[in-house]
């Protein structure tokens, strides 16, 4: 904790440090965002708890369900009030899930801290009074700051265009507070965004223009620049656009955005998912900043799909918190991936496995290789039990030991690629991770099937545990 930041010694949420936090406890519960929206069942969407203590009797059971007020908000990404970027403020309390629905524009702010096995709702966040105090419309991540906001990316106005997106502010007591970035200085498209606050810096990603991404996937629409391939560097706190880096065609629809846990460090990664690429981001001797391709996913040539070459779809990544590992998904291909990143420009693919995917055996897809033969991946069923769509969110234990793994990505993309979970629902696997030669294997004894849901078959998506992870906690 760097001095000077209005935060004292005593210590507030989260850990000091992000190699401190991998001795923190093991999981016990996870919470995961549930989705009816688009499945054609008049329901609302909720908040699922998950037992994942192995000696628990409701192991990998749902065990709670927190249903929202309203139908038709799709839930999607989740954050918190308070992270270990607050670890230094003893006032700070890590206590409320803060849940942003896409669609319908709303906020939910969660009480998990009064029953961690049972949350409830304690607050909403209307989107008639975003769009009023800010002119923001849907709403995706959310970040805790130091200060006591929190932030959250919206991805565009409310007719879906996405040169009205921005970065929203809610204050400690959850009230629509303002913008963040200075005004004429919001991006032309919006997603994902990390801060690094020792450089001064914030990088925001860029998916697409909500109008065309609610419809569906069209790929005229990429050349009709409805979409995204640009990251946008920040000065943080203030707000201010100081630099704009175009991918080009090796970072199509840039999503997930990570830098380094280690605060001191000056590089991350974005996933670009239709380039399938991950793009490393780092700071150059002149203060600005470059990129350059990492890891580069080649697509499939394939038969009897809509085009003739698929590309892996990189939806997902998170990088453990001793900075020694990354992990991403294929959405489409069906494959989840471990790299090691000590040499962060040369990552070494460490573990591979296959949890789902349109090339799987059984599928009418079948991928062809350069001498013409064809093959289909080896998707083991567990707990007899098929596994359906493709791996698409993940969340990793704090010791990097257990990766969870869900298969919704965006209920009308999900009804357009896999029809199938439409039908029968998302399902929740933890694999098995190898931290010392690398590798990774499905735990066949955790299966979480959201298909069984008493109100219908549900997509389940964003996971959180109530003590924090790697996707959420930043430390400054």
């Given at each position: ?50 037992d ?17 007020p ?21 006032l ?12 319908s ?63 929203l ?28 606050p ?29 979409y ?8 943080w ?40 690429n ?18 580069s996913?080649?697509?499939?040539k394939v ?14 990544f ?35 496995v ?17 001498d013409?033969?064809t ?7 567990i707990?007899g ?37 439409m ?54």
């Amino acid at each position: 904790m760097v001095e000077g930041n209005g935060c004292c010694k005593l210590a507030g949420p989260g850990y000091g440090t992000p190699l401190e936090a991998m001795s923190g406890p093991r999981e016990a519960l996870i919470y995961v965002t549930c989705v009816y929206t688009g499945t054609g069942r008049e329901k609302p969407d909720f908040l699922a708890t998950v037992d994942v203590d192995p000696n628990s009797p409701t192991y990998s059971k749902v065990i709670h369900r927190l249903p929202v007020p309203y139908i038709g908000d799709e839930l999607h990404h989740s954050g918190w009030n308070a992270c270990s970027s607050c670890h230094g403020d003893p006032l700070a309390d890590r206590r409320f899930l803060i849940l942003p629905s896409l669609v319908s524009g709303r906020i939910y702010v969660v009480d998990t801290k009064t029953n961690p096995k049972a949350p409830s709702l304690h607050k909403v966040v209307q989107p008639d009074d975003i769009v009023k105090k800010t002119g923001l419309a849907y709403p995706h991540t959310s970040h805790c700051l130091a200060s006591g906001d929190v932030m959250v990316s919206c991805l565009g106005d409310k007719d879906g265009n996405a040169k009205g997106n921005g970065f929203l502010l809610l204050d400690s007591q959850f009230n629509v507070k303002g913008r963040w970035e200075k005004p004429g200085y919001s991006p032309s498209f919006g997603y994902d965004f990390w801060y690094q606050p020792r450089h001064k810096t914030m990088i925001s990603s860029s998916w697409g223009a909500p109008a065309a991404f609610t419809k569906g996937f069209n790929l005229q629409h990429v050349a009709d620049g409805l979409y995204g391939r640009h990251l946008f560097v920040y000065s943080w706190p203030d707000g201010e656009l100081k630099q704009t880096m175009d991918l080009g065609n090796t970072g199509l629809i840039p999503l997930e955005i990570r830098f380094l846990h280690d605060p001191s460090k000056d590089t991350g990664y974005v996933g670009c998912a239709l380039s399938s690429n991950m793009v490393r981001f780092f700071k150059t001797q002149d203060g600005s900043w470059n990129h350059e391709v990492a890891i580069s996913v080649q697509p499939l040539k394939v038969q009897n799909w809509i085009l003739p070459e698929m590309p892996g779809l990189i939806t997902d990544f998170l990088i453990s918190l001793d900075d020694r590992f990354l992990y991403f998904v294929n959405w489409l291909h069906g494959d989840v991936r471990q790299y090691n990143i000590e040499d962060t420009k040369n990552p070494v693919l460490a573990g591979q496995v296959w949890v789902g995917g349109l090339v799987q055996k059984g599928s009418p897809i079948v991928a062809v290789t350069e001498d013409g033969q064809t093959w289909q991946s080896i998707v083991p069923e567990i707990q007899g039990c098929s596994l359906r769509g493709g791996p698409q969110m993940i969340q990793l234990s704090l010791d990097g030991k257990r990766l969870y793994v869900t298969n919704s990505l965006f209920s009308t993309w999900d009804r357009q690629f896999y029809p199938e979970l439409m039908e029968k629902g998302s399902h929740m696997l933890q694999i098995d991770v190898d931290t010392e030669k690398g590798g990774l294997k499905i735990n066949p004894n955790f299966f979480v099937d959201f298909g069984a849901e008493p109100d219908g078959p549900s997509l389940a998506h964003e996971m959180r545990y109530p003590g924090g992870d790697c996707t959420s906690d930043i430390w400054i």
